[in-house]
């Protein structure tokens, strides 16, 4: 079945450094979407990319999905102790149906400090 | 703003009794899942529905079992709870979208299950 590996699994930074973590399906996909979930609390949408080569921007953070639709990274610019969690990228394989099951992808817990 | 909510935030059980785990959505959503979330392991799907008294298995479907009998509301049945299932269990909604896009879940609060 699809799998989706991420990595770092956790990661380190000093306040103000940038912050990366990337995702590798094993097969095509769809669309990646990514998801932050704050400690104690539950994943929130961030974003959804579509298209082949994407780039999408949110403040800080930017979102790529690769050429072949295969891989995904979200970057985050000079951290702030706000961006504290867990990153999930879920790839889909929407396949004709209307609910494109997501695989998520174990996670990078970022702990900034201050 | 969309609203899932799930009946328990924190459940103690024993070995052997069965759980029912709720989640009511307010969003008319089509799609419903439960997702159970274990460190390092990320979150896995254990079932979804797309319907109403529809159901499929999700990726480790074993000990599980699911409900949809109203449109808002997906239950998940764990019918004899073993200490393995101690887990934090989320439920999610989205919208039916056809095509490459794929509906952005809402996520509740989570259900954290101790199975003693």
């Known amino acids: 079945g699809q799998q989706v590996m991420q990595i770092p699994q956790y990661q380190h930074v000093q306040e103000g450094e940038d912050f990366t973590t990337y995702c590798n399906s094993s097969?095509?996909?769809?669309?990646i979407q990514w998801y932050k979930q704050r400690p104690g609390g539950h994943p929130v949408f961030l974003i959804q990319l579509v298209k082949s080569g994407e780039v999408k921007k949110q403040k800080r953070l930017t979102f790529q999905f690769g050429e072949a639709k295969k891989n995904s990274s979200l970057h985050i610019t000079a951290t702030q102790t706000t961006d504290v969690g867990t990153y999930f990228c879920?790839?889909?394989?929407?396949?004709?149906?209307?609910?494109?099951?997501?695989?998520f992808g174990q996670g990078t817990i970022l702990t900034v400090h201050p | 703003d969309v609203k899932v909510t799930q009946s328990s935030r924190y459940l103690v059980k024993r070995t052997g009794e069965k759980v029912f785990l709720e989640c009511v959505q307010d969003m008319d959503h089509e799609n419903m899942f439960w997702y159970r979330q274990d460190p390092g392991l990320g979150l896995r799907l254990i079932y979804f529905?797309?319907?109403?008294?529809?159901?499929e298995k999700g990726d480790i479907p074993e000990g599980y079992s699911v409900s949809r009998e109203k449109k808002e509301r997906f239950s998940l049945i764990l019918e004899s709870a073993s200490t393995n299932q101690t887990s934090m269990y989320l439920c999610?909604?989205?919208?039916?979208?056809?095509?490459?896009?794929?509906?952005?879940?809402?996520f509740g609060e989570g259900s954290r299950l101790t199975v003693l």
């Open positions: 879920a790839g889909s394989n929407a396949g004709g149906t209307s609910y494109g099951k997501l695989t």
């Open positions: 097969t095509t996909l769809s669309n």
């Open positions: 999610a909604s989205s919208l039916a979208r056809w095509g490459a896009s794929t509906g952005e879940l809402f």
């Open positions: 529905s797309y319907d109403v008294k529809m159901k």
